[in-house]
């Protein structure tokens, strides 16, 4: 069974920094592109970073120079380093497998990021 227990999360002020921490269990993190989403209050969930399996990366281009994606294989964990964060980047954040050609998709349980101004 797979699971992605996240951690981290938390208040800060703006302008700091904080790390998510997303582990996967399962034996699917090294075929799986790995992902961190977030949901601010009343809007759709949005794309915040992209990790693939080679280490291609990919970022909105509202955290693009702010957040930093990374994967360690061997912890089989995920990792959102978000510096010079905003008010705006207040929402619940998730982590996210995904396997394209098995159509696998899985979701951590989130954590709410809070940006006071």
């Known amino acids: 069974q797979v699971q992605l227990v996240q951690s981290g999360g938390g208040l800060v002020q703006a302008g700091g920094s904080l790390r998510l921490s997303c582990a996967a269990s399962?034996?699917?993190?090294?075929?799986?592109?790995m992902g961190w989403y977030r949901q601010a209050p009343g809007k759709q969930r949005e794309l915040v970073a992209t990790?693939?399996?080679?280490?291609?990366?990919n970022y909105a281009d509202s955290v693009k120079g702010r957040f930093t994606i990374s994967r360690d294989d061997a912890e089989d964990t995920v990792y959102l380093q978000m510096n010079s964060l905003k008010p705006e980047d207040t929402a619940v954040y998730y982590c996210?497998?995904?396997?394209?050609?098995?159509?696998?998709?899985?979701w951590g349980q989130g954590t709410q990021v809070t940006v006071s101004s």
């Open positions: 399962g034996n699917i993190f090294s075929a799986a592109t």
């Open positions: 996210n497998a995904a396997i394209e050609v098995v159509k696998f998709d899985s």
């Open positions: 990790i693939t399996i080679g280490g291609l990366t």
